[in-house]
């Protein structure tokens, strides 16, 4: 073996991995990495907060997390740029007043992690064009805009592995809808550890199981999101009376008439919502009433709006006062930009290494 590569292979003298092991003493090497993308798109919903911020919060506490702002992601579909600055901020303001803490967790840009936009053209070469077009995600895209099917759009599932891969991170928190995106990440991973080196774990969908929970929009069909029924959706940006109006406007109907009757899916969807927010007493008061016939949903909803607004008004609060201060939010996007880069820096160069890039 030649003088070169044989410091490649002695860890205690390569000065990357000397470098690593240095950055992983930092990092605390016991903890699995987390990861995890969010779109700048929109604002923030009731289902954001219980089917993932609220993970990230109880993630932070326990691993080395990097959650990401997916602002390259998004022109893949939205290349009006015009907004993006507004909703990337947002999104950093909503997170935050939900508890993600930037001490705590790495909260950053994805455009401002360079090292994203290699890993992305060395995975690429790992993604096959057949496989790309039968993703489900990119199928629904091309129905939605069949004249913007572009590139980026075929290579988004090869973007998010660079992101995830990125950090070797193992754990990444995502809903249902992610996990052929992930599936894919696997594949990727697969292959380069294959092709070149064991360099990345295999990442896998991540939740508390109890904290998977379902938030049901206001109208009976569904869940809360972000396209569909704005009346029926409460956003964390939602004021007092909105939200209480939203609340009002949940259907019901003239009530049970038998005692011990099943809950219709609509009266349960409230009931649903009032579990995440509402005092078990509350909840076990008007349970009984349902029971007996006694209940009137009117009063059930204005429980249901005020605890609404308990919750969701100091959320708002916080977010807005953050929103305002924009020095703030450039330190959390700086020092978050900051963290990432080290442990890109450090991913990319073993990555180099394991492809045979280094020729000296
Ligand atoms: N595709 C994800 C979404 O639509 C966002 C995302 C981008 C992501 N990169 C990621 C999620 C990496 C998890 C890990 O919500």
Same mark, same amino acid.
């Given at each position: 073996?030649?003088?070169?590569?044989?410091?490649l292979?002695?860890?205690?003298?390569?000065?990357?991995?000397?470098?690593?092991?240095?950055l992983?003493?930092?990092?605390?090497?016991? #903890?699995?990495i987390v990861?995890?993308g969010?779109?700048?798109?929109g604002f923030?919903?009731?289902?954001?907060?219980?089917g993932?911020?609220?993970?990230?919060?109880?993630?932070?506490?326990?691993?080395?997390?990097?959650?990401?702002?997916?602002?390259?992601?998004s022109?893949?579909?939205?290349?009006?740029?015009?907004e993006l600055?507004?909703?990337?901020? &947002?999104?950093?303001?909503?997170?935050?007043?939900?508890?993600?803490?930037?001490?705590k967790?790495?909260?950053?840009?994805?455009?401002?992690i360079?090292?994203?936009?290699?890993?992305?053209?060395?995975?690429?070469?790992?993604?096959?064009?057949?496989?790309?077009?039968?993703?489900v995600?990119?199928?629904?895209?091309v129905?939605?805009?069949? =004249?913007n099917?572009n590139a980026?759009? *075929?290579?988004?599932?090869?973007?998010?592995a660079?992101?995830?891969?990125?950090?070797?991170?193992?754990y990444?928190?995502?809903?249902?809808?992610?996990?052929?995106?992930?599936?894919?990440?696997?594949?990727?991973?697969?292959?380069?550890?294959?092709?070149?080196?064991?360099?990345?774990?295999?990442?896998i969908?991540f939740?508390?199981?109890?904290? *998977?929970?379902?938030v049901?929009? *206001?109208?009976?069909?569904?869940?809360?999101?972000?396209?569909?029924?704005?009346?029926?959706?409460?956003?964390?940006?939602?004021?007092?009376d909105t939200? &209480?109006?939203?609340?009002?406007?949940a259907?019901?109907?003239?009530?049970?008439?038998?005692?011990?009757?099943?809950?219709?899916?609509?009266?349960?969807?409230?009931?649903? *919502?009032?579990?995440?927010?509402?005092?078990?007493?509350?909840i076990?008061?008007? =349970?009984?009433?349902?029971?007996?016939?006694t209940?009137?949903?009117?009063?059930?909803?204005?429980?249901?709006?005020?605890d609404?607004?308990?919750f969701?008004?100091?959320?708002?609060?916080?977010?807005?006062?953050?929103?305002?201060n924009?020095?703030?939010?450039?330190?959390?996007?700086?020092?978050?930009a900051? #963290?990432?880069?080290?442990?890109?820096?450090?991913?990319?160069?073993?990555?180099?290494?394991a492809?045979?890039?280094?020729?000296?």
């Amino acid at each position: 073996m030649s003088a070169q590569f044989y410091y490649l292979r002695r860890p205690d003298i390569n000065p990357a991995i000397v470098g690593l092991r240095r950055l992983s003493i930092r990092k605390n090497m016991n #903890k699995k990495i987390v990861m995890s993308g969010i779109r700048p798109t929109g604002f923030l919903h009731l289902g954001n907060y219980f089917g993932a911020i609220r993970n990230y919060v109880r993630l932070q506490e326990e691993f080395e997390c990097y959650f990401m702002v997916a602002d390259l992601h998004s022109l893949t579909t939205h290349p009006d740029t015009s907004e993006l600055k507004s909703n990337v901020h &947002r999104v950093l303001a909503e997170n935050i007043a939900c508890g993600l803490d930037p001490e705590k967790a790495a909260f950053y840009c994805q455009s401002h992690i360079h090292e994203t936009g290699e890993l992305y053209l060395y995975l690429n070469m790992l993604a096959y064009k057949g496989e790309l077009e039968k993703t489900v995600t990119f199928k629904d895209k091309v129905r939605q805009s069949p =004249d913007n099917v572009n590139a980026g759009l *075929l290579t988004y599932p090869v973007l998010q592995a660079a992101d995830i891969v990125l950090h070797r991170a193992s754990y990444v928190p995502v809903g249902k809808d992610q996990e052929q995106h992930l599936e894919m990440a696997r594949t990727y991973v697969n292959r380069f550890n294959h092709r070149y080196k064991e360099v990345f774990p295999e990442p896998i969908a991540f939740n508390y199981s109890e904290e *998977l929970i379902k938030v049901p929009s *206001l109208d009976g069909t569904g869940k809360m999101s972000k396209s569909e029924n704005q009346m029926a959706t409460l956003y964390l940006a939602d004021d007092d009376d909105t939200i &209480r109006k939203k609340v009002m406007k949940a259907k019901t109907d003239g009530g049970p008439t038998e005692i011990n009757s099943i809950k219709p899916d609509f009266i349960a969807n409230i009931f649903q *919502l009032m579990k995440l927010v509402s005092s078990d007493e509350v909840i076990a008061k008007f =349970d009984a009433d349902f029971n007996n016939c006694t209940i009137r949903y009117g009063d059930m909803k204005k429980q249901l709006g005020e605890d609404m607004v308990k919750f969701i008004s100091p959320i708002r609060q916080k977010a807005t006062d953050i929103l305002t201060n924009e020095e703030y939010l450039k330190e959390v996007m700086e020092k978050g930009a900051a #963290k990432a880069r080290r442990s890109a820096a450090a991913t990319m160069e073993i990555v180099r290494e394991a492809m045979g890039l280094k020729y000296f």
